[in-house]
């Protein structure tokens, strides 16, 4: 979260218009979704908030081209769980074991 200003600022050095996804981190977090989403827009990239990570994930996902890259970035715990809940969603309907 301390880096985001820079990470956000080399985007726009090398000229990247990345698609922000976000969701609240209810397990950890050291940044608030609202001041979040205002960095993102400051610097003036796309972006849109979801009520979850799974939301999140399927979002990004369901727009993504063929290439695209798809980054999660939070605590692990919090990015595994929502990539198991995505998973079973999309495998068994949304019934998770």
């Known amino acids: 979260d301390k880096d985001l200003a820079a990470i956000l600022t080399e985007f726009i050095n090398y000229n990247l218009s990345p698609k922000f996804y976000l969701a609240e981190n209810n ?4 940044i608030k979704i609202e001041d979040l989403a205002v960095q993102v827009k400051s610097k003036k ?9 799974s939301d999140a994930s399927l979002a990004a996902f369901e727009n993504a081209d063929k290439a695209d890259l798809i980054v999660a970035a939070g605590s692990f715990n919090t990015v595994f769980e929502a990539g198991v809940e995505f998973m079973s969603n999309n495998i068994r309907g949304g019934e998770n074991e």
Request: charged share 15%.
């Open 27 to 30: 397990s950890f977090r050291t």
């Open 45 to 53: 990239f796309e972006y849109q908030i979801y009520n979850n990570l």
